[in-house]
């Protein structure tokens, strides 16, 4: 059986990359990674769906025991990759999908270069800003502060290996779906493929 793909799904906030996402995993064969995080649960939150509720010093065994693949530290809180169920999944046969933010993409990537980092856009930065204020949750101090952290996360799209625009959501589930195929199509991932073909296993 043929490896999983290790999929690292990045955007600014307001891009609707869950809404993708949520799409993509309705297709099947995709295993979504739920986060790690020792900040206390939000209302609506449950644990093992939303964030793996742990405390401070279980996330520092992890990260002492090499148990996680990325993690970051904000506001006082852990969040992180656990990598067991990741690599369990990947060894299934099954499509792992991160959705992690740029700092956490650039760590997987340098820990498993067979990863696949895709970076969601917005059509332009005036509709990023439009969706925050549709969203009507966040005062105008607050919106302008995401699109300028927008603007620096846009800036290391560079380096990812595909960019996705979330204008039209089908559009954008349908290239997302295209770039797993497409990628699963590559040369170095179907050396096995070359081998039969020539005879050789």
Known sequence: MSKGLLIVVSAPSGCGKGTVLAEVMKEGGFFYSVSATTRSPRQGEKDGE????ITRERFEELIGSGGMLEYAEYCGNYYGTPLEAVEKKLNEGMDVI???EVQGAMKVKEK?????????LPPA???????LEKRGTESGQVIEKRVSEAYGEI???YSY???IVNDALEDAVSDFLNVIKAEKMTAKRSGELIDKVLGRI
Do not use: G, M, Q, W
């Open 161 to 163: 290996d595909y960019v």
């Open 155 to 157: 800036s290391k799209a």
């Open 50 to 53: 939303n964030y793996f509720f």
């Open 112 to 120: 498993c270069p067979d990863a696949v980092l895709v970076f969601i």
């Open 125 to 131: 930065l005036e509709t990023l800003r439009h969706r």
């Open 98 to 100: 991160l959705e992690i």
